[in-house]
């Protein structure tokens, strides 16, 4: 069973950054592909970014790229989201997932595991 638990959340004006973490229990989190998603009120929960296990592999939503990275340290079997140039449609609750059921990057949801979320506001 893998536990993730997510942390960085909170209130930011449009234009800031923020910075998400999400670690992980367990001993071969190295051997999990990563992602982060959100969801917003009223609409469905869609993909944010992704990594592969060495993190040597990365994909982004349109909306972020080249505002955001996904990143990962396995030695502290963290992952993490920076967030900059925050926009007000950003405001969501961002979620962590990870799966070892496939190799490389997932982006879709079929994660096996899901952290608890945390809330990011971006207001205008």
């Known amino acids: 069973q893998v536990q993730l638990v997510e942390s960085g959340g909170g209130s930011v004006q449009a234009g800031g950054s923020l910075r998400l973490s999400c670690t992980a229990s367990?001993?071969?989190?190295?051997?999990?592909?990563m992602g982060w998603f959100r969801q917003a009120p009223g609409k469905e929960r869609e993909v944010v970014a992704a990594i592969s296990q060495s993190g040597a592999i990365t994909r982004y939503a349109d909306s972020v790229k080249g505002r955001f990275t996904i990143s990962r340290d396995n030695a502290k079997n963290t992952m993490y989201l920076q967030m900059n140039s925050l926009k007000p449609e950003d405001t969501a609750v961002y979620y962590c997932?990870?799966?070892?059921?496939?190799?490389?990057?997932?982006?879709?949801?079929?994660?096996?595991?899901w952290g608890q979320g945390t809330q990011v506001t971006v207001s205008s």
């Open positions: 997932a990870s799966t070892n059921k496939y190799r490389g990057v997932v982006v879709t949801t079929q994660y096996d595991y």
């Open positions: 367990g001993r071969t989190y190295s051997n999990y592909a």
